[in-house]
């Protein structure tokens, strides 16, 4: 069963309660019914009540950013293996076209939704503690669910940004930080991992398929952000072993393991299981999958959605460079479609491109003499199995100078699900650049790819099948768009540093 966030019904309910009670001395009294942080953080339901608004505050991934478009795609279209089919949304053709600046909406989405998702953390640590009566062992657990969450905002936030405020407290406007100034990378580095550490410690089953944080999820970010720190812009290499013992601490001790077809990874019987580390939850009748119309093909017909929006797709040239046989641009087996059923359920027709078949809800969409019902109820991935592998593979390389065996089986796993030869006999490099390979075509539409790009400062060149230096980049698709320096961090967001001139300086060459 899944998470299901109730944060909305539960403030509404005690509110009736206290209402109720209060009528009597509605004249000699404040409105009871006014409910804040000061009296109502008093029964242990409210703990539960504040964490399921923090997970809540994670899908503003997939919330909408202008027409035909979703905050997701931001961080697709700027890889330059994604593309948009529609041109009405500007901030969109902006990100694409890499002439974005502070004004873009998506650009403040971001900022504003992991900020968002941190406040309600925050809360969660100034309030949870003080709750009587509450389970020592629960409490403990909400707040490490809590410092994990916070500590993946964080992580989004200062890969995007780079210097950004570091607040770790709930905040009013007679706070002394309301206006805080930006906080040295890292420094903010070391608050995620002082967090992700308390969540690892926080008493968390190794798996949760209820769609809450694990002790596995706590492990395999850490593992990630061990991994970012080792590259740029801090380039601490002694971090790669950290990422490596991490990563292998998930592989040994968690019992993940890949799914078997590619069909698993977007249906939903398999949700928070196996492959699936931690994803963000989404239940259609509390709130559906966002993600469907936007990555569907630009109004061919071919579900039971009516909006169409074709707002971000994959570029040919990526979707070429899957190697000969690559089970994964196998039409509808891997992580594309090249064909599908007119309306969703009716005779297979052609489509003469490539769309994204790896988020793809074939019940909502419907398939062949099957209407689909369009709602979905598909989780979005943000750890998942395969990605540990690959990190495992790549940190444990450089940490020691060489692959092992198990680097080489964690690499050559992904492989032969995708039907593809094992390697062997690398050297270092040849090594590395195999597992980028794997990380470009194995994570390719989850929102992973950007930072990659940033983090090893390498973009890769899906025509030569080769990784280029990011500065000087030039996008298959388009190749008038050329990476710059200034497109290793976004913008701050305009109306932000309007309102807080602590911000200032704006990131360079913006």
């Known amino acids: 069963m899944k998470l299901k966030i109730k944060f909305i019904g539960t403030m509404a309910a005690v509110a009736l309660v206290l209402l109720a009670n209060g009528c009597k001395k509605f004249l000699d009294e404040q409105d009871p019914s006014n409910l804040a942080p000061g009296t109502y953080y008093t029964l242990p339901e409210h703990a539960e009540a504040a964490i399921a608004a923090a997970y809540a505050q994670t ?3 997939g919330n909408g950013a202008g027409i035909f478009v979703v905050n997701y795609s931001m961080l697709e279209v700027v890889t330059g293996t994604a593309k948009t089919e529609t041109g009405q949304n500007s901030d969109l053709n902006n ?3 890499l002439t974005y600046n502070g004004d873009n909406l998506m650009v403040r989405n971001w900022w504003n939704g992991l900020y968002n998702v941190i406040a309600q953390t925050n809360l969660v640590f100034d309030k949870v503690p003080g709750i009587p009566l509450m389970d020592e062992t629960r409490r403990k657990q909400v707040l490490g669910e809590a ?5 993946w905002a964080y992580f989004y936030l200062v890969q995007l940004f780079g210097d950004v405020p570091l607040v770790l407290t709930s905040q009013t406007i007679e706070s002394p930080d309301f206006y805080p100034s930006r906080t040295a990378a890292e420094q903010v580095y070391a608050q995620i991992v002082a967090d992700l550490t308390q969540a690892e410690q926080a008493g968390l089953s190794w798996q ?8 596995g999820a706590a492990k395999s970010l850490l593992a990630k952000v061990y991994l970012t720190m080792a590259g740029y812009p801090l380039n601490k290499t002694e971090n790669y072993a950290l990422a490596a013992s991490k990563a292998l601490d998930v592989i040994q001790n968690g019992g993940y393991d890949l799914f078997e077809t590619y069909d698993e990874l977007h249906s939903r019987a ?3 299981r196996k492959e699936f580390i931690w994803q963000i939850q989404y239940l259609s009748s509390i709130a559906g999958n966002p993600l469907q119309q936007i990555l569907l ?9 009516s909006d169409e929006m074709g707002s971000t797709v994959p570029v040919q040239q990526f979707y070429d460079s899957f190697e000969a046989g690559d089970r994964r641009a196998a039409d509808r087996q891997g992580f594309f479609y090249t064909s599908y059923y007119d309306g969703g359920d009716g005779p297979l027709k052609e489509l003469n491109a490539p769309y994204i ?3 793809f809800d074939v019940p909502a969409h419907g398939t062949l003499d099957v209407a689909g019902t369009a709602q979905s109820d598909l989780n979005f991935t943000q750890l998942r199995y395969a990605d540990i592998l690959l990190v495992y593979a790549e940190a444990q390389n450089r940490a020691d100078g060489a692959p092992n065996d198990i680097a080489y089986t964690a690499l050559n796993d992904i492989r032969e699900r995708a039907d593809l030869d094992e390697l062997s006999g690398l050297g270092q490099d040849q090594f590395e650049e195999a597992v980028w390979r ?3 075509h194995e994570l390719c539409y989850e929102n992973i790819t950007w930072f990659d790009m940033v983090r090893l400062r390498k973009a890769y060149n899906p025509v030569s099948d080769s990784f280029e230096e990011f500065e000087g980049h030039r996008f298959p698709a388009n190749p008038t768009i050329v990476l710059q320096r200034r497109n290793l961090l976004f913008p701050l967001p305009t109306a932000e540093m309007r309102n807080n001139p602590n911000l200032k300086p704006q990131n360079p060459d913006y």
């Open 59 to 61: 899908r503003f991934i």
């Open 95 to 97: 990100i694409a076209g």
């Open 147 to 151: 410092a994990f969450l916070r500590a």
């Open 208 to 215: 949760d398929q209820s769609g809450r944080v694990s002790m």
């Open 270 to 272: 398999t949700e928070n």
């Open 297 to 305: 093909p630009s109004f061919k017909d071919v579900s039971a959605y």
């Open 357 to 359: 078949y790896k988020h």
């Open 438 to 440: 794997e990380r470009w």
